[in-house]
């Protein structure tokens, strides 16, 4: 079993900046391919931003050149640097693995003036 746990959410002003964490616990030795996902209300869950270790990380068109997904010094540790955030980015921001199989319970983010 892998557990996942976010933070960093919260409310910020339209251009402003957020850092999400999230942690993996459990076992945790499989996890090759970690992602960041968000859903908007009445919206579908989309893909943001997706890390396979050792490789260069995707994202979606949406956030290219303001969002970046990085790995921690501890492998089980996965950060989203979200800059020039839009109202648009406004969502529930989930860590999940690549496969989808392990989630996190999600971190709230709002822009708004």
């Known amino acids: 079993q892998v557990q996942l746990a976010e933070s960093g959410g919260g409310s910020v002003q339209p251009g402003g900046s957020l850092r999400l964490s999230c942690a993996a616990s459990?076992?945790?030795?499989?996890?090759?391919?970690m992602a960041w996902f968000r859903q908007a209300p009445g919206t579908e869950r989309e893909g943001v931003a997706f890390?396979?270790?050792?490789?260069?990380?995707t994202y979606a068109d949406s956030v290219k050149g303001r969002f970046t997904i990085s790995q921690g010094n501890a492998k089980n540790t996965v950060y989203l640097q979200m800059n020039s955030l839009k109202a648009e980015d406004t969502a529930i921001y989930y860590c999940?693995?690549?496969?989808?199989?392990?989630w996190g319970q999600g971190t709230q983010v709002t822009v708004s003036s």
């Open positions: 890390i396979s270790y050792g490789a260069t990380p």
């Open positions: 999940a693995t690549c496969d989808k199989k392990y």
């Open positions: 459990g076992y945790t030795a499989w996890i090759t391919c």
